[in-house]
């Protein structure tokens, strides 16, 4: 069964939020995004029209859905769009809590659903002074509005100086690839330009490296250690892992959104191999296939299936 992420993306009042979402809704390209926003005033999406409602949904004529919801009602909601979206992001309010969003979407029992990380959002022009509270949850950050300084190198050092290796994406009106936050429907080309392509190259956008790495069964443990010491820079990382170690000889999704790390267990559907691609800016394509060829292993029957626990610490 498909299990649909669901991403919270949370930050300050202003930070520009919803900015972000009407980027992700523009540009879906075919994929269903479920927007539901979390708040109880009017509502900023630009593609709704229900200023003041809640528990209220909008179809929109990319087949993407915004919704409008309180908190009570919020696992209902999700209930209502796992069926008919691909992916699901939540916009919590500026005034709600990271922590509290991020521990709901943890605690739903809905087994079609799967908590996508949690995506922070920081005003470069109005840097708040209270920031580490929040920063404890995020796994992605997102400096905005990075257009409107020009320290923004003094900024993302602060934010890892509160809080160390968490990825940080400078962006300037919200635009970030999407992805960076869930995997988009692969698009379809006639070959021919589109209108999409056209806007595209109305707007700047940061252009990110794509690593792909194919290689045969992978260590536990350098496989986990390669993850906690990725390289800056680095984003996101999709893919499948095989491990092949015994009890452990399904595939092994992985998901990861900046700090946020998930494996998924399935069957082989084909070929038992390790297919992953890395997604970030300034990386070192070379020294990250070489790492990643170095956890390789040639006899993965012969690894202490013990090894396997610091992988299923983050199984679904």
């Not at 520009?16 to 992700?24: A, I, Q």
């Not at 005034?95 to 029992?109: D, I, N």
């Not at 790495?213 to 996101?236: I, Q």
């Amino acid at each position: 069964m498909k299990r649909i992420p669901v991403v919270v993306v949370a930050g300050f009042l202003g930070a520009g939020k919803t900015t972000l979402l009407n980027h992700l809704l523009g540009g879906s390209r075919g994929t269903r995004i479920g927007v539901v926003v979390n708040d109880f005033g009017a509502i900023g999406i630009d593609a709704m029209s229900v200023a003041g409602q809640v528990d209220s949904t909008v179809s929109l004529s990319n087949g993407c859905l915004c919704c409008a919801v309180d908190v009570s009602g919020l696992d209902a909601m999700l209930a209502k769009l796992d069926s008919l979206v691909d992916v699901i992001v939540i916009e919590a309010s500026g005034l709600a809590e990271p922590q509290a969003m991020a521990r709901m979407v943890l605690a739903t029992e809905n087994p079609r659903l799967t908590y996508g990380g949690l995506v922070l959002l920081v005003d470069a022009a109005e840097f708040p002074d209270d920031l580490a509270k929040h920063l404890r949850v995020a796994d992605l950050v997102v400096l905005n509005k990075v257009d409107r300084v020009t320290n923004a190198p003094e900024l993302t050092a602060e934010i890892h100086r509160l809080k160390p290796g968490v990825p940080v994406v400078e962006s300037s009106y919200g635009r970030v690839d999407p992805a960076l936050l869930f995997d988009p429907r692969p698009r379809e080309r006639f070959g021919q330009l589109s209108f999409e392509d056209l806007l595209d190259e109305e707007h700047d956008h940061v252009h990110y490296d794509s690593v792909e790495f194919t290689g045969g069964a992978l260590d536990p443990l350098r496989l986990m250690a390669f993850l906690d010491a990725r390289p800056e820079g680095l984003y996101r990382i999709k893919g499948f892992v095989r491990f092949d170690v015994p009890g452990h000889r399904q595939r092994f999704g992985l998901h990861t959104v900046g700090a946020f790390l998930r494996f998924e267990r399935s069957a082989w559907p084909g070929p038992r191999r390790t297919e992953l691609v890395l997604i970030g800016t300034g990386l070192d394509v070379a020294a990250i296939r070489a790492e990643l060829a170095a956890c390789e292993e040639p006899d993965p029957a012969a690894v202490n299936p013990q090894s396997m626990l610091e992988v299923l610490r983050y199984t679904t």
